[in-house]
């Protein structure tokens, strides 16, 4: 995983290899969250989302088999997580990507919904979460439904989750990835308070959110772009 000078965590090499065993070993429910998010999309006002940090496609291919209707755009900075997503969706239309950040998105077009999932704890200044929270809600039609997965809440919710989620972990992990996982947690990631992520939104132009998933310390929550 390399980190540029912009502070953007890009994942490569054995990271973007391991990733998706990855997700299921440390995401208790991962694929239960990956198979309900798309209902909450069901009522958009157009079958088109913005799937920001697509990784490698696990979003689009959730969306895509609730709906195969829907056009999705999938953006991510790392070329290698975009090339595995390119290979699991290569028998889907309507799907296409940018290797890159939202900002280099034309803006013309406006999404009928987005998607944030697994991301925002990469960011680590407030001021720069703010800007990419908007440079989303800019390329989304009013009331367009945004769905947002990460880590979120205080240092005591994290440390109270953090041992549970110690306590679910598979049995084959070893003690020496366990350690340094958690410690990477604790360290280096950087979560976001539920209050503080209530603001990063509401300053971006989007609606209180609301939280419908929770699993150790990742929670998911919806919001909607203001109308006016
Ligand atoms: C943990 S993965 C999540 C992948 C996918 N969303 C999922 O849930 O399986 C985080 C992804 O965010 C990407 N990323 C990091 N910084 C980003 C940014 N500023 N904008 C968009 N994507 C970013 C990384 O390259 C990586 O593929």
Known sequence: ?????????????????????????????????????????????????????????????ALKEFDGEWYIKGVDPSPEMIHFAQQKLASYEEVEFLIGEVGQLENQKLFGAATLILVLHFIKYPNEKLALLREIQRRLKPGAPFVIMGIFGNREQLRGNLKVLESLLPND????????????????????????????????????????????????????????
């Open 1 to 61: 995983m390399e980190t540029t000078e912009k502070d953007l965590v890009i994942f490569e090499g054995e990271r973007a290899a391991n990733y998706d065993s990855f997700v299921q070993q440390w995401i208790p429910n991962y694929e239960y969250f990956m198979s309900t998010f798309p209902k909450l999309l069901a009522k958009a006002s157009e079958k088109t989302m913005l799937a920001v940090g697509c990784g490698t496609g696990n979003e689009l291919i």
């Open 173 to 228: 992990l070893s003690e020496k990835e366990i350690e340094e996982r958690l410690e990477r947690i604790t360290n280096s990631l950087h979560r976001t308070s539920e209050e503080e992520l209530r603001k990063l939104l509401e300053r971006a132009g989007f609606k209180s959110p609301t939280r419908f998933f929770q699993t150790t310390i990742y929670s998911g929550w919806i919001t909607q772009k203001l109308t006016n």
